[in-house]
């Protein structure tokens, strides 16, 4: 990771908008400095710092078709945590980076869209750490505050339509990770800003309005659709999760929040450490209680008990009310403009899963949103984001894109599923217009053999099977995690022989029937393809946080899913072990857990 300066360079005045200007002049929107690039398409590029609405500088790339600045389709593209505006840009249409090929700057500049990149706030070039300079004293990052960093796109994109630049009746907004959560939080205000009364004081941010989206000079806006990739919905549940979210197809989504859930330690570690210096800028702790993430993070490493802690509950409800699209039901049930939704979500992403772009998309069609989805094995590791994969998907989304902004061919946002695949084949795609329909079959496994664990054992395969060490290990990408042996060390192992081919595509559904020493327990789990030959892949996990009265208890949690084929030959086994290190963090309180019977579903097509 390198240091960026924040340097501020104050451009022209961005109050009036300027007069078009020929295909020979080179333009100069809201002060930033471009030129003609020589390629076959001509397009300009455009740099340069821009205040934003609360005068924090940022970090702005404008990528242009040829010819005059005239009023253009607008593609919004942001980029992952800690990352910049360079993340999305490209100096040709294909990319050797499967998610960006043919879905980056000059792809879009190439079919007549004006492209924003811009660097979040609080990363590198938008007031990343080093020498701060004038208006970057409070230019921290906020993590995907509604009130902030989505505000920040806004007010760009107002500048640009003052500036002849961006058609305000065709805006669309893209990108992948922590860009695909903003991507979402900009869908769900459509055509409403999140004002803070004092961007200087914290303590009046939890009184911020709804108010009218507007351009400085008072055009009115709204976004026209949004692509989000690989995005969270749930931020509390996707970093820290108590087994209780579900897609809704066999278990009911239940209380994600309480108790709060198990950390994902080496992922929530990894972003952590990435996203502060010499990357990124964090407040320092105390000075912004909404955007404390220093204070957040030492809270959760100091373990359990968190029930109860009001710096806990501070928290949660920060990450719930201002960054986390699935507990926007006000934002939903009250839009006048419903934003059309393409969401992009992987199955084998073991930060945001399956049901994080499943139960929010079905959420928005429940309320009429124009909503769909795909899933394959992208996002994060351990996906492996094949070509193939990404081909198709970019293709979905750029079709999607071009119907809603240009006005270009017709699309069916219904949902799509591809079943992963290990070698270099392409899984079977699946669609439906309704997530259940897409597996409405049901294959069950139960057995009442029994099985113990305690929180004092770790099981010694959790370093492979830990989607940062995976990717470590491959050069920064994800990988199927096949192993020639199982450990068995600190797990209880039931085997299911699999006597009929079929495809697992969805969550599967763990019920467990067990006796709790303790008033806190983790029951984690893995769910492996056994081999005739003895080789093991993982298929799908899970982390279910158990709180309550020692004794008997009845344990129902969603694995995280996958789409997948169970072979007839093969066997089925699943693990249930309560350390499962580096990948959770292991619970502060000690606890042992008897299980006497156990009911694996699976659905299937």
């Known amino acids: 990771m390198r240091a960026r300066l924040c340097a501020v360079l104050f451009g022209l005045s961005l109050l009036g908008a300027p007069a078009p200007v020929s295909a020979a002049a080179t333009p100069s929107p809201i002060g930033l400095t471009c030129a003609s690039v020589a390629d076959p398409f001509n397009h300009w590029f455009c740099t340069g710092h821009v205040p934003s609405f609360d005068g924090v500088p940022l970090d702005v790339d404008l990528t242009l078709p040829a010819g005059g600045v005239v009023p253009r389709p607008l593609v919004v593209m942001l980029h992952g945590y800690s990352n910049d505006k360079t993340e ?16 980056n700057n000059l792809a879009f500049a190439s079919r007549g869209y004006a492209v924003l990149n811009y660097t979040a706030r609080g990363f590198k070039g938008s007031c990343g750490p080093g020498t701060l300079a004038a208006g970057c004293a409070r ?7 509604r009130r902030f960093e989505v505000r920040d796109s806004q007010y760009l994109v107002g500048l640009l339509v003052d500036a002849g630049v961006a058609d305000p009746a065709h805006i669309g907004a893209t990108g992948g990770s922590y860009g695909g959560g903003q991507s979402m939080l900009l869908a769900l205000e459509g055509n409403r800003v999140t004002a803070v009364p004092d961007p200087n004081n914290p303590s009046t941010y939890g009184n911020a309005q709804l108010v009218a989206w507007t351009s400085p000079n008072g055009v009115g806006l709204r976004l026209a659709a949004a692509v989000p990739k690989y995005p969270w919905s749930d931020l509390v549940h996707s970093l820290v ?11 009911a989504d239940r209380n994600r929040l309480h108790p709060l859930g198990i950390e994902k330690e080496s992922l929530v570690s990894y972003l952590y450490a990435a996203g502060n210096a010499p990357t990124g800028y964090y407040a320092p702790p105390g000075m912004d209680p909404t955007a404390d993430l220093t204070s957040w993070y030492a809270r959760l490493q100091a373990g359990e008990p968190y029930g109860g802690d009001p710096a806990v509950k501070a928290a949660i409800d920060q990450l719930r009310i201002w960054r986390s699209p699935f507990y926007q039901d006000r934002l939903i049930a009250t839009a006048t403009t419903r934003v059309p939704v393409l969401d992009l979500q992987g199955w084998t992403d073991e930060l945001f899963p399956e049901v994080e772009g499943v139960a929010m998309v079905d959420k928005l069609r429940a309320a009429g949103w124009p909503a769909g989805i795909s899933l394959a094995d992208v996002g994060h590791p351990i996906a492996q984001n094949k070509v193939a994969d990404w081909s198709d998907l970019n293709e979905r989304a750029n079709a999607f894109l071009d119907h809603y902004l240009l006005g270009q061919g017709g699309v069916t946002l219904d949902l799509r599923a591809r079943v992963s695949t290990c070698d270099a084949t392409v899984g079977k795609d699946y669609t439906s217009g309704n997530w259940p329909d ?36 491959n050069g920064g990408n994800g990988s199927c995690i096949t192993l020639s042996s199982l450990r068995t060390t600190g797990t209880a192992v039931w085997d299911f022989p699999v006597t009929t081919t079929f495809t697992l595509l969805g969550e599967p559904a763990l019920h467990l029937d067990a006796t709790v020493a303790g008033v806190d327990a983790e029951v984690n789990s893995r769910l492996w393809d056994l081999g005739p030959d003895g080789m093991a892949t993982l298929v799908t996990r899970g982390a279910y946080r158990f709180s309550g009265i020692p004794g008997g208890a009845t344990l129902e949690t969603a694995l995280q899913g996958n789409g997948w084929v169970f072979l007839a030959g093969h066997t089925i086994r699943l693990q249930v072990i309560q350390v499962d290190t580096p990948y959770l963090r ?16 699976l659905p299937a097509t």
């Open 438 to 473: 897409i597996a409405p079959r049901r294959f069950t496994f139960s057995s009442t053999g029994p099985g113990a664990t305690a929180s004092v054992v770790a099981n010694t395969d959790g370093a492979a099977t830990d989607p940062i060490a995976v990717a470590a290990g």
């Open 241 to 251: 999760p108590n087994g209780r979210a579900s897609d809704g197809v066999i278990l």
């Open 88 to 103: 999305w840009e490209s100096n040709a249409i294909t990319n050797v980076k499967a998610d960006k090929d043919h879905y």
């Open 586 to 601: 292991p619970d502060t309180l000690g606890s042992t857990i008897a299980y006497s019977r156990v009911t694996l579903t």
């Open 139 to 145: 230019g921290w990052t906020h993590l995907a505050d």
